[in-house]
């Protein structure tokens, strides 16, 4: 079980995290809007 949940865990970082936003033009967009709407978390 434990396995599962960790490779779960890193696919999820790969996809919606901080390095996976700013690599991609449109991920650098999701970035600034959360930093106009002053969001505290910006991704996971």
Do not use: P, Q, T, W
């Not at 690599?23 to 991704?43: A, P, Q």
């Amino acid at each position: 079980m434990e396995k599962l949940v960790k490779l779960k865990k890193i696919k999820r970082k790969r996809k919606h995290g901080f390095l996976a936003r700013s690599k991609s033009h449109n991920g650098r967009k999701v970035l600034k809007r959360r930093r106009d709407n002053k969001r505290s978390k910006l991704s996971l």
